[in-house]
Structures are given as structure tokens and as C-alpha cells.
């Protein structure tokens, strides 16, 4: 009989015998301990594993075995056992060191574990042998020890065969676990759902019914039971994820990733790239973006147009746009309220009613049309700034107003009223080369820069400046002279002559009336009906002659 007790425990417990494509990691404890309250004298203690792929063996890869001892309470401190594991021979030897006893009541765990079960369900013996002492003599004590490897008997693993499908109708869900259980699948919606009995090539596998496929991520749930219900339910979960999900509502306070999103019925999509994002058709073409408004910044667009197949379009060739209508190529109708342009190259404009005025660009100006026709227009204007204006005639805005027109020999002025009667021209200042005319008034001061002719009659010259009458001056008031008045023909006045300074008469005096001579102040000499009377002295410096 043995001096120390001992047991052996497995995790899992039992082992489980790996299905085929699997592999079942397991672990061995041997508890080794002194049942009795005095020391005992041990020298080692060897277990023997058996190593193969029968029913009976415990590993077919003992060199994955890792040995060791835990809850070391047989040994003092610093009298560790030394531990040793043969992978060759599969023995597990654990020596004490020398003069070191197997503490009263104590214990130790020698654990072999890290190593795959072997694939076939059995006993497994292990073969335990001891050396302690027996009184002056050296012991050796068999034990046995058995464990147990069976196949599993719940459900394990359960798994997508895929976590990231394209769709729903590829989602497969796979499990393993004995053909003596039942199961169900509980899925997102809906009661659970019965399994066939029917197994895949690598254990159970089920998919959802048509009509039943998920539509984004989808939680799966496996519900094993017993058939006699003697054993509690077990129950595994599982997560299948979409690459295309589908929502019916997203609430998203940080944002949502994703490098496109496709339609459900319709498969168009939207993509993004680094500039920002395609509309894209189900063929992956650009598609087309419907919307009650847009509110963008800034639109690149080959063309716009309206809804309806015959609607106006808009193209932006390079140089500027070009506005059609309906399915062709034929230059459309731009419709606004205002438009603020730099310039408009067009070969008419007219007003949206056609029968209204209209305007063309020949190459030599502009023309103004009037009632649609080829007839010429009106141009009203509160101001025109032009370099030069060629007209047949320029009149006032209504009937009544004066009118210009213009002959070869230049202008005619008319008033409104009347067929062709002459018209006033009013101005602050005139500058004229020439004015013809039949008569002038002048309001005010007329003042002459240049002189003034009247043929036959009058004119002015310079140097000194002098008034030349060639006929005769009739002046009915007052002449009045501040300078020397020269006479080369006769003067004659109807009046009375009255010089102020000194006279100079190269000719005949005719006096046919009273002459008189004064100073300053008293007469000197005058004559009075057939007299003459000289107030002071007379000197004559040639001969005098009296008739009587």
C-alpha cells in the first residue's frame, strides 16, 4: 500500500475527443497527498502516460505536454521537488531532494497540461509508481489512477461559416455537438426554429428559410435540449455580419464610415471619394440625383436639364454655357427676371411677346425693329452716350415736340406744330463758323470777337479799330462819339450836331438851320435866321469878303 493518497483530475471534465477538422485541448492534475498527521520519507513518485491515438491513450503529442508542480504545501521552502517529463518514454518523474521529507498533512498538484486529446474515446490509465521508505528499507508502491475521453455530449463551437457575407442568403451557421440533442436556431426576429437532423460534412450547419434572411448584422442563438428534457438546455450565440446592410432608419451622433451605400430594391449607390461623392446607377455609370432643392456651392456638370425629356438644357462648353431645348441641338429661350452680364453675344433680342420691338446686331451697329417686324423702332432713353448718331430726323418724345432733321447742307430745325415750319433753337452759347439767316434777335448783348460785315452796308476792321458805313448812317437818336469822329462824305443831320471837342472841317459846312459854337460855358458863335453872331473876338487869317 502506498504512503501518500492520490487523485487525478481533468479539464475538461470528462476529456473530449476532438471531431474531425478539430482539435481538443486538454489538461491532467494528479493531487498527490499525506493522509496521515507524521512525515513521511519519499525519494520520487514517476507516472507513465500512455501516448497514441487509441481509446486508451491520453495524447498523441507528448511533446506538447508542459509539466509541473502548483499548490506546493509537501515540501518546505526552498526544497522544491525537482520535476522532470520524458517526452520519449512519456513519464512524468518528480524527485525530492535530498534529506527532505513529505510534510504532515501536506499536499502538491503535478499537472501535465497544453497537449491535444487523442481522437478516440476510451479509459485512460496512468501508471503510477512509488518510492518511500519503509523503515530501513526502499518501497515501491504501484498506483493506478483512470480518467475518462468521450466524445462531446453538449453543443460546441458555434459559429458562422462565414462572419462577413456579401447578403443574407449567404449567411451559414455551423455548430458541433451529439445527434441526441435537439436544437433550434432563435434568430433576430421571429421564435426559434427547429433544425433537420442532418448534418454537415464537419458537424451541424443551418441556414435561414427564404424570405427569413437577415438584412444587417444579425445575434443567432442555438437552443440544445434533450429529448426527455433530463438535461438542462444549453444555449450559444453567435453574430453574422453584412457588407451590405440594410436600415430603416440610421441615427448616427458621430458620424457614419463607409466607402459607399448601395440602394435595396434599386441597387444605384453613392460613392465617396477624396473629392467627395459619385451618384452611381446599377450599372455602376453615373447616375442621376433627384431632389426638391440642392444647396451646393459649386456644380461641374458636362450639361442640366429639366426633368421632362423635350424640357431646355444647359451645357458648359469653354467658353462660357449654351442654353438648348428639347431632344436636339437647337439653341434655347433663357427666361429672368434680371441678368448681369459683362457682355451678350446674340444676333436679335427682343421682348418675350413676339410681336413686341426687337433688337439686331448687324455687323455694322444696331438695329431697332418694331412689332415683330422689319419695320424701324423707337428708342426711348433718359440718357444716350453715343460718339456719333445717324438719323433722318430727330424729334421730341410726343407729336407736338419740335423735330431736327438732317439734309446734305446740315440740319433743319422745325416746330412740332404745323408742317414743316421753321422752329426756335435755344441755347446758353453757340459756336459757328458762319450764320445764315434771314433775321436775328438778339435779348441781351450781342458781342462780336471777330467783327461784324452787313454787305454793302457796314463793317468792322482793326487797327485801330474802326466802324466803316457804306451807305448811308441814319440815326435816329443821340450819336455820341468819346474820340475823333472822321467823315469822308457828307454828314447831314436832321437834328442838332453837338461837338464837345475840338472839329476839324476839311470841306463845305451846310448849316440849314442854327449852327452854334460853344466854350464850356457862354456861346462863341452862331447863327440865327440869316445872322451871324460872334460872342468875343474874330480873327481871320485869309481874306474875308462880305457882299455887303
Known sequence: ??????????????????????????????????????????????????????????TARPKTITARVERNTATKQGEEPIVVWDDNTGVLTVTARPNTLFQEAGSMALVLDGFPVSSTAGLVLLRVTERAANGAFVKKSPVTLSLLKQLPKVPRNFRPKQSLVTGGQDVVLQWDGPDTLTYRIQGPDGPPEPVVPTQGTSGWQWSPAAGQEPKRDATYTLIATSPGGQQPGYFLTTTVHLRSPEFEGVTATRGIHSPWVEGTTDEARIVFTAQGAQIRDAANDLGTLSAARADAETVTAAWVRGRESDAGWIRFPSDGIRVGRGGGSDLGTVTADKISVNGINTQWVGDRDSGKGWVEFPQSGVNVRKDGKQDWGTVAADLADLN?????????????????????????????????????????????????????????????????????????????????????????????????????????????????????????????????????????????????????????????????
Open 1 to 58: 500500500m502506498a504512503s501518500l493518497h492520490y487523485e487525478v483530475l481533468t479539464d475538461p471534465a470528462p476529456l473530449q475527443v476532438p471531431v474531425a477538422g478539430e482539435e481538443s485541448q486538454g489538461s491532467v492534475y494528479v493531487l498527490v497527498s499525506n493522509p496521515t498527521m507524521d512525515e513521511v520519507i519519499w525519494y520520487s513518485i514517476e507516472i507513465r502516460v500512455p501516448c497514441g491515438q487509441a481509446g486508451g491513450d491520453l
Open 388 to 548: 456719333g448718331i445717324n438719323t433722318k430726323w430727330v424729334q421730341g418724345r410726343t407729336a407736338a415736340d419740335g423735330w431736327i432733321e438732317f439734309p446734305a447742307s446740315g440740319m433743319n430745325v422745325f416746330q412740332g406744330a404745323g408742317s414743316r415750319q421753321w422752329g426756335t433753337v435755344a441755347a446758353a452759347k453757340a459756336d459757328l463758323n458762319d450764320v445764315v439767316t434771314d433775321r436775328a434777335q438778339v435779348k441781351e448783348r450781342l458781342t462780336l470777337q471777330g467783327g461784324l460785315t452787313v454787305d454793302n452796308v457796314l463793317e468792322t476792321q482793326d487797327g485801330p479799330p474802326r466802324l466803316i458805313v457804306h451807305g448811308r448812317l441814319d440815326a435816329e437818336g443821340e450819336v455820341k462819339a468819346d474820340r475823333t469822329v472822321t467823315v469822308t462824305g457828307d454828314l447831314t443831320t436832321l437834328g442838332m450836331l453837338r461837338v464837345q471837342g475840338e472839329s476839324r472841317l476839311q470841306g463845305k459846312v451846310n448849316a440849314g438851320a442854327h449852327l452854334s459854337v460853344r466854350n464850356a460855358g457862354a456861346w462863341i458863335m452862331h447863327t440865327n435866321d440869316g445872322n451871324v453872331a460872334v460872342n468875343g473876338d474874330l480873327r481871320v487869317h485869309g481874306a474875308f469878303r462880305s457882299d455887303s
